[in-house]
């Protein structure tokens, strides 16, 4: 039995893995594309500071909105920058969970994936299932094609 004949449909099974491939590689690009364009944008509770993030949730600018913060008490600045940035990162790597639409790898968003949040040893043995598991995959991309189309 030859390697076609393995995957369903034979050849065509091949082919359909190749267009599911494809179609992979333009939802990255666009998915990319969508990244370099967001950005996310959050206020102090109190409202004294902004902060801007891109895509990729980098903090890409910082504003201070009026001058109450040099009255502030320097543990209580830094407490609200702390908290200020924290949820714009939260946020960004929210809209980066929306931009991509599904897991990059089953159980794992992407936005927790580029937060840190994801256990190396958890994405390890995912992908060690996947790789394990080609055939189901075959069987699932072009399952997933017949449902599309």
Do not use: C, W
């Not at 060690?128 to 189309?149: F, H, N, Q, W, Y």
């Amino acid at each position: 039995m030859s390697d076609h004949e393995e995957l369903p449909g034979g050849s065509g099974g091949l082919e359909a893995m190749f267009a599911v491939l494809a179609d992979e590689q333009r939802k990255i690009t666009e998915f990319q594309r969508k990244m370099s364009e967001a950005s996310t944008v959050v206020e102090s509770s109190n409202k004294m500071v902004t902060a801007t993030f891109d895509g990729r949730g980098e903090l890409t600018r910082l504003t201070f909105n009026n001058g109450k913060y040099r009255t502030m008490a320097p543990k209580e600045l830094a407490t609200m920058l702390m908290d200020t940035l924290k949820r714009g990162r939260a946020a960004a790597f929210g809209k980066i969970d929306e931009m991509a639409g599904r897991d990059v790898l089953p159980g794992i968003a992407f936005g927790e994936l580029a937060a840190g949040k994801v256990d190396i040893d958890e994405v390890v043995g995912t992908l060690m299932t996947s790789v394990v598991d080609l055939p189901g995959i075959a069987r699932a991309a072009k399952e997933a094609t017949r449902a599309d189309g």
